[in-house]
């Protein structure tokens, strides 16, 4: 038993040090995998798949140490042995490039997030809606199901017990557990509050907005998500799309809808402060709303009005309002201009202008820096 413990230890020693080397190798290329579209494709429900280059992985060689012996490391002399030539679709003698394929929960993708761009832990406003328990095995009990008992405290019960009848002999030290000997692991249950948030997400979905605009909103979206996730036990998400009118969508329509009309974004800011006020008290819920827009609009008149709802109804609600204007060829990007001129000094309204994918990480850190 002790020979399997610890060679159960030495695989978790090895895995949790390669854990650390692929966090580390994440860490070292996080702006390529948060301004690629690769990692959204191969994300689950829980775990999100990403590939890894340039991670040495453990070789094992048949034969004896120190004897090159086989397929080994380095160049090669010639021709070798097993059919390797030089012949076109023949099996070469280089060493290729590993691409391995790895795991992380999106919990420790936002960790990892956050300790790059320093991104402080949120503090959530209102009362909490609901309760979540929490299970700490802390204590031992006499009485406990057959999976939960604890081993060592059995034995030493045990041995205790047969020590004291003087029934234990040292020259034969045979232990035998009895009913009264039994214990098993107890868990002590504590409630925390359980804090709730809102994301709203809305989209200027005109002729102007392409396809790589989009790309981006959805990108910095879905980091978005993936810290806030990590603050929130309870999260819920709601889309926006708007031209000249606004509605509301599913996730999939958002990122693919594109329309032809014009652009008048308080139709979004209308329906986002209805949705917040017939669904989302904020009493109840943490409300974040993002909003994304090559930066036109129908008027002036318009983006007074946008104003307007900003200040009436959506910033007293909300946690935090942020505008991303994505560069387009199309856009004249005045309305981060006319918003940042009516709103400055309002702490709850973060602006960043996105000018390609570069611009995706200094977004994301300019809207989640102020930990709200």
């Known amino acids: 038993m002790s020979v399997d413990r610890g060679r159960i230890s030495r695989i978790e020693r090895d ?53 090159n012996q086989g397929s080994g490391e380095g160049e090669g002399s010639g021709e070798g042995q097993g059919g390797e030539g030089n012949a076109a679709g023949a099996a070469g003698n280089q060493a290729g490039a590993h691409i391995l394929e790895v795991e992380l929960t999106l919990e420790e993708m936002a960790r990892i997030l956050g300790d790059e761009l320093a991104l402080p832990n949120i503090q959530p406003r209102g009362k909490a809606r609901l309760e979540s328990v929490n299970r700490r095995f802390t204590s031992v009990s006499r009485e ?7 081993m060592r405290r059995t034995l030493k019960e045990s041995l205790r017990r047969q020590i004291s009848s003087g029934n234990y ?48 909103v959805r990108l910095v979206s879905f980091w978005i998500d993936t810290w806030l996730r ?66 036109d609009n129908w008027s002036g008149r318009d983006t007074e009005r946008c104003v307007h709802l900003l200040e009436e109804r959506l910033l007293p609600a909300a946690n935090l309002f942020c505008y991303g204007q994505v560069k387009s060829a199309y856009g004249s990007g005045q309305f981060k201009k006319d918003l940042d001129a009516a709103l400055d000094g309002e702490e709850r309204v973060i602006t960043s202008e996105i000018l390609d994918r570069e611009g995706i990480l200094p977004a994301i850190k300019a809207f989640l820096g102020q930990g709200v």
């Open 15 to 67: 895995r949790s040090r390669f854990s650390e080397i692929v966090r580390g190798q994440i860490k070292q290329d996080l702006k390529r995998y948060v301004t690629g579209s690769e990692m959204i494709g191969r994300k689950g429900r829980q775990l999100v798949s990403i590939p890894v280059p340039r991670v040495e992985l453990p070789r094992l060689r048949f034969g004896q140490n120190g004897r």
């Open 144 to 150: 406990g199901p057959h999976s939960l008992r604890h």
């Open 169 to 216: 002999d040292p020259a034969d030290p045979r232990i035998v557990p009895c009913a009264e000997d039994l214990r098993f692991r107890a868990y002590k249950e504590t409630w925390k509050p359980d804090h709730s948030a809102m994301i709203l997400y809305m989209m200027d979905v005109s002729g102007s907005m392409g396809r790589e605009q989009k790309e981006i």
């Open 230 to 295: 990590s603050q929130y036990q309870s999260l819920e998400t709601r889309y926006v799309v708007h031209d000249a009118v606004a509605k509301e969508v599913e996730q999939e329509v958002f990122y693919r809808l594109r329309e032809s009309g014009g652009t008048k974004i308080s139709s979004a800011y209308a329906l986002a402060a209805d949705i917040i006020e017939q669904q989302f008290p904020p009493s109840e819920w943490n409300l974040y709303l993002f909003h994304f827009s090559d930066g």
